[in-house]
Protein backbone atom coordinates (compact mmCIF):
# COMPACT_ATOMS: atom_id res chain seq x y z
CA UNK A 1 0.00 0.00 0.00
CA UNK A 2 1.21 2.83 -1.15
CA UNK A 3 -0.56 6.53 -0.63
CA UNK A 4 -3.39 4.51 -0.53
CA UNK A 5 -3.36 2.54 -3.54
CA UNK A 6 -2.43 -1.34 -3.24
CA UNK A 7 0.92 -1.40 -5.35
CA UNK A 8 2.23 -4.90 -6.10
CA UNK A 9 6.04 -4.01 -5.08
CA UNK A 10 8.30 -0.66 -4.13
CA UNK A 11 10.52 -1.74 -6.00
CA UNK A 12 12.51 0.63 -8.52
CA UNK A 13 10.05 0.76 -11.39
CA UNK A 14 13.45 0.77 -14.14
CA UNK A 15 16.06 -1.84 -12.25
CA UNK A 16 13.51 -3.32 -9.88
CA UNK A 17 16.86 -3.77 -7.11
CA UNK A 18 16.38 -0.69 -5.35
CA UNK A 19 13.13 0.98 -2.96
CA UNK A 20 11.66 3.39 -5.17
CA UNK A 21 12.76 6.41 -3.79
CA UNK A 22 12.70 9.84 -4.71
CA UNK A 23 16.58 10.23 -4.75
CA UNK A 24 16.91 6.82 -6.62
CA UNK A 25 14.41 6.90 -9.38
CA UNK A 26 15.17 10.62 -9.99
CA UNK A 27 19.13 10.39 -9.71
CA UNK A 28 21.04 7.28 -8.12
CA UNK A 29 19.45 4.13 -10.17
CA UNK A 30 21.38 3.06 -13.26
CA UNK A 31 19.42 3.30 -15.72
CA UNK A 32 19.06 7.24 -14.96
CA UNK A 33 22.71 7.72 -14.04
CA UNK A 34 23.66 7.62 -17.92
CA UNK A 35 21.56 10.65 -18.40
CA UNK A 36 23.21 12.45 -15.48
CA UNK A 37 26.41 11.47 -16.59
CA UNK A 38 25.49 13.04 -20.29
CA UNK A 39 25.09 15.86 -18.69
CA UNK A 40 28.61 15.85 -16.88
CA UNK A 41 30.18 14.72 -19.92
CA UNK A 42 28.43 17.24 -22.72
CA UNK A 43 26.29 19.65 -21.45
CA UNK A 44 29.19 20.82 -18.80
CA UNK A 45 26.28 22.34 -16.88
CA UNK A 46 27.32 19.83 -13.79
CA UNK A 47 31.18 18.86 -12.39
CA UNK A 48 30.21 15.53 -11.35
CA UNK A 49 26.78 13.05 -11.10
CA UNK A 50 24.47 14.15 -8.57
CA UNK A 51 23.11 11.24 -6.53
CA UNK A 52 20.31 13.22 -4.93
CA UNK A 53 18.06 16.31 -5.08
CA UNK A 54 20.80 17.40 -2.18
CA UNK A 55 23.14 17.05 -4.59
CA UNK A 56 22.09 18.50 -7.79
CA UNK A 57 20.86 21.56 -5.62
CA UNK A 58 23.86 21.99 -3.80
CA UNK A 59 25.88 21.48 -7.35
CA UNK A 60 23.67 23.88 -8.88
CA UNK A 61 24.76 26.63 -6.61
CA UNK A 62 28.18 26.60 -6.25
CA UNK A 63 28.61 25.99 -10.39
CA UNK A 64 28.67 29.43 -11.81
CA UNK A 65 26.03 29.39 -14.60
CA UNK A 66 26.91 32.76 -17.03
CA UNK A 67 23.56 34.74 -17.10
CA UNK A 68 23.56 34.53 -21.13
CA UNK A 69 23.10 30.85 -20.86
CA UNK A 70 21.51 30.19 -17.29
CA UNK A 71 17.89 29.40 -18.45
CA UNK A 72 19.03 27.42 -21.22
CA UNK A 73 21.48 25.10 -19.12
CA UNK A 74 18.48 25.11 -16.15
CA UNK A 75 16.07 23.99 -18.67
CA UNK A 76 18.33 21.24 -19.78
CA UNK A 77 18.33 19.87 -16.04
CA UNK A 78 14.25 20.42 -15.31
CA UNK A 79 13.28 18.73 -18.71
CA UNK A 80 15.54 15.72 -17.62
CA UNK A 81 13.94 15.41 -14.01
CA UNK A 82 10.91 15.65 -16.34
CA UNK A 83 11.92 12.99 -18.68
CA UNK A 84 13.05 10.83 -16.35
CA UNK A 85 9.58 11.39 -14.37
CA UNK A 86 7.58 10.76 -17.85
CA UNK A 87 9.77 7.44 -19.08
CA UNK A 88 8.72 6.21 -15.37
CA UNK A 89 5.43 6.40 -15.97
CA UNK A 90 5.17 4.88 -19.39
CA UNK A 91 7.08 2.06 -17.30
CA UNK A 92 4.50 1.52 -14.85
CA UNK A 93 1.35 2.30 -17.15
CA UNK A 94 2.37 1.21 -20.30
CA UNK A 95 4.96 -1.24 -19.29
CA UNK A 96 6.93 -0.11 -21.59
CA UNK A 97 11.07 0.69 -21.19
CA UNK A 98 13.26 2.96 -23.85
CA UNK A 99 16.96 2.80 -23.63
CA UNK A 100 17.93 5.97 -20.98
CA UNK A 101 20.02 7.27 -24.12
CA UNK A 102 17.37 7.70 -26.63
CA UNK A 103 15.45 9.51 -23.86
CA UNK A 104 18.76 11.76 -24.49
CA UNK A 105 17.68 13.13 -27.67
CA UNK A 106 14.17 13.91 -26.18
CA UNK A 107 15.82 16.19 -23.52
CA UNK A 108 17.63 17.82 -26.24
CA UNK A 109 14.39 18.14 -28.48
CA UNK A 110 11.94 19.02 -25.76
CA UNK A 111 14.42 21.78 -24.14
CA UNK A 112 15.09 23.22 -27.60
CA UNK A 113 11.48 23.76 -28.05
CA UNK A 114 10.73 25.06 -24.69
CA UNK A 115 13.85 27.72 -25.29
CA UNK A 116 12.44 28.24 -28.69
CA UNK A 117 9.14 29.23 -27.60
CA UNK A 118 9.40 30.84 -24.09
CA UNK A 119 12.73 32.91 -24.83
CA UNK A 120 14.02 35.21 -26.68
CA UNK A 121 15.93 32.83 -27.89
CA UNK A 122 12.97 31.95 -30.29
CA UNK A 123 14.74 32.76 -34.20
CA UNK A 124 16.60 29.29 -33.24
CA UNK A 125 16.44 26.75 -35.70
ZN1 LIG B 1 16.43 1.67 -9.99
Redesign the pocket.
Known sequence: MRRGIAVSSNL???????D?GLD??FFS???VSLLWKWHVEWSGILPEQPFSSLDLEMMLNQVNIEKKTQNLKLSLIYCTIWMIWKARNTCVFRNERRPSMAIVGDISMLTFNWIKNRSKFNALN
Open positions: CTFCHDFEHVCGY
